[in-house]
């Protein structure tokens, strides 16, 4: 289909915040291509910011990032995840990054005589936004974030109402995510926070035509006629989206709730009957493991699950495929000591040091991954995770005393991570230059880059092929100066960029399963076809458990 063929389905959320926008966006997404439609999905980001990138985790949750080297919105993890839409630049717009645009072209003159003003130059600049991604599929599914009611969301909800106009009535779908609370004390589902919802949709132009009704139990005819009276929808519009403990379900869910006949039907869109086995299957694994492995995730954002998003969904994956149940237990690093690792981290099967920034809970992490190496438990570190394991094998097995990470200590000794200040970029075409005063915002080494894996390593065990690509998101690197000593003393250089000169991947002899690649394996990890690393790393683990029966 061509542009003008695409369909669009604009999803919003009413009453408050986290009722799960991006993953019904993305299960909408699923269900579309079950029925054999292509689908590309979008979020629109009211705050200012560019980008997520320059945003503290505890704030924002995980920066999510793309093979075009974007840092976007975690809920384009959801969209990836749940659909084999693959996205890029054009799939996360903010705020600042429309504003961006349309300044740049007022300074540049392309408004030459008019006043530049939100309606219609910034609106006309998200319609343009949200056409960039409708090249080549059957539907784009189109996430405003925020919820009705913010100052923030006006100008992106102003753009969509247009865009039925345009677009044409049978092409434009609204879909409303709202929240049906259950008031224990009276009984009672109550619908109240979904009709003012829908009234302030209305008040600026939008007519939802299904709504999702966030919900812990599912409504009942009489329940869902009133609110479709209420609302100016269809009784068969009003779709229960009921809590679920596996996020995976939800899918299922929603079509037996009826939600992608009523898209199709709404949008006249044939399609052939929808498959969905292979998410019933996927369930079905979920909920029947034979094993279980417990791993610690030592980190700083500990108290925040959302900053690990895929981390936590990748170790879910590579759970499923070796019939595994995995039970996170996220350590604080800046708790743990050389002295009470062992207490801290004995039920472990599997320590895993994720991504990170700063010197906070450097030395726990250091701690834990030394634990590890001396008491042969299997060890993932990911980017800072990798840094970490190269510092303390340098520390306490290369005899470096002092060694250190150049972003925590600049006068270390042993700079075994260090800040390139220039190179070529192969990728990219260009030579990049950074150094301790560089802008902060989209300068990291990001996005896909090639790696080489050597063979008879875990990593090519694990890969099964020696090119491979992954995506990365980090300012510091393996300093090569120390290779060699680092490499004579047992350290393995498993995966490099394929001229040599980037160290990617390093393991260790002599332990079962150790292992630090210098990029984020977990942004691309899928349900269905889980990441190579994370189930060899959760093979080792059960390994290590001995096996232990769920
Ligand atoms: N802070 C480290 C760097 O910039 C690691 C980044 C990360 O773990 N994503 O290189």
Redesign the pocket.
Known sequence: MDEKGAKFIFVTGGVLSSLGKGLASACIGALLESRGLTVTLQKLDPYINVDPGTMNPFQHGEVFVTDDGTEADLDLGHYERFTHARLGHNNNFTTGKIYDIVITKERRGDYLGGTVQVIPHITDQIKDSIRLVAKGVDVVIVEIGGTIGDIESLPFLEAIRQFRADAGKENVLYVHLTLVPYIGKAGELKTKPTQHSVKELRSIGIQPDILLCRTDRFLSKDIKAKIAMFCNVGTDAVITAKDVDCIYEVPLIYHNEGLDSKIVELLNIWTRTPRLENWEQLCRGLKEPEYEVNIAVVGKYVDLTESYKSLNEALVHGGLSNHCRVTLTYVDSESLTGDNCAGMLDKSDGILV?????SRGIEGKICAARYARENKIPYFG????M?IAVVEFARNVAGMQGAH?S?IDLDTPFPV?YLMTEWFDDQRQALQKRDANSAKGGT?RLGAYPCTLQKDTLAYTAYGQTEISERH?????FNNEYRSRLEESGMVVSGTSPKGDLVEIIEIKDHPWYLGCQF?PEFKSRPMTPHPLFQAFIKAALVYSGFRKA
């Open positions: 994720p991504g990170g920034f700063g990911i980017c800072l995770g840094q990470s972003e991570i990291m998101r980090h300012r510091y690197e984020h």
